[in-house]
């Protein structure tokens, strides 16, 4: 499939449920939107869909003969989800893994997207029919990866890395979220998980630390009302800053290869 319009097509996954991997994706994208780029989100978490929840967005989508019309966030994000398809919240996508890697590739070529500078894909949990799919027919840039401060995550990561790395996908970072809790009142840093293992696996893997977000009660009060597009804090913006930069990165190398 081609681009058509979509400028860098980056995936976002950890390999792992639990990690926040949604909500970084919502608040890079609508970070980076607040600095002047034009970003969409493709959900293909399709059984467990939480971009609209967290950016309050409801469906029906609608196709007016040019494509199917993407929801748009507060913010200006762009975003597609299965969610959009169900009659509530709380109606389960029950599907075969068929149906659901069709529903990718319709996300993908199916959609008015119209020119973005980032494409972000919020990726499903494990390494089977979707993440395969992803990966073999849409052109990804490359892919950021989410873990949390135990040992578990950082495992289950590294089998998403190596997934990606043996399909030939780029590995542009990793991020940490949930790293530690900033005191309210002295401004330590508390881990409340257990030491940091980000810059251990980032090493191995020889790609940069994107960024370290850290336990914030305002982003699950934000998510719950539907609007965490709204967060701001000096950590999101560091990790758009260190994103863009992963991207340009890689796009340099690519034409210096070429």
């Given at each position: 499939m081609e681009k058509r319009g979509l400028k860098h097509v980056v995936a976002i996954g950890s390999g792992k449920g639990g990690v926040g991997k949604s909500s970084v994706t919502a608040l890079l994208a609508s970070e980076l939107v607040r600095q002047g780029r034009t970003v969409g989100i493709l959900d293909a978490d399709i059984t467990g869909p939480s971009i609209p929840k967290l950016l309050g967005l409801t469906g029906p989508l609608v196709d007016?003969?040019?494509?199917?019309?993407?929801?748009?966030?507060?913010?200006?994000?762009?975003?597609?989800?299965?969610?959009?398809?169900?009659?509530?919240?709380q109606t389960p996508v029950i599907w075969r893994g068929p149906l659901v890697t069709r529903l990718i590739t319709q996300f993908f070529g199916s959609v008015a997207w119209g020119t973005l500078d980032y494409l972000l894909i919020?990726?499903?949990p494990g390494t089977s029919d979707v993440p395969l799919t992803v990966f073999q027919t849409i052109p990804i840039d490359g892919m950021v990866f989410v873990l949390t401060p135990q040992d578990l995550a950082a495992l289950i990561v590294k089998k998403a890395m190596n997934m990606a790395r043996d399909l030939h996908v780029p590995l542009l970072g990793v991020v940490e979220n949930m790293g530690y809790l900033a005191c309210p009142h002295c401004g330590e840093?508390?881990?409340?998980?257990?030491?940091?293992?980000?810059?251990?696996?980032?090493?191995?893997?020889?790609?940069p630390v994107l960024g370290r977000l850290p336990v914030a009660p305002a982003v699950s009060t934000l998510s719950d009302e539907g609007g965490l597009d709204r967060h701001t804090a000096?950590?999101?913006?560091?990790?758009?800053?260190?994103?863009?930069?992963?991207?340009?990165?890689?796009?340099?190398?690519?034409?210096?290869?070429?």
């Open positions: 007016r003969g040019e494509g199917i019309e993407p929801a748009v966030s507060r913010a200006g994000v762009r975003i597609v989800s299965s969610q959009f398809m169900v009659e509530d919240e919020d990726m499903p840093r508390i881990e409340l998980f257990g030491e940091s293992r980000v810059a251990r696996v980032a090493q191995e893997y020889g790609i000096p950590e999101v913006t560091s990790l758009a800053t260190a994103f863009e930069k992963a991207v340009e990165d890689l796009t340099k190398s690519s034409v210096t290869v070429l």
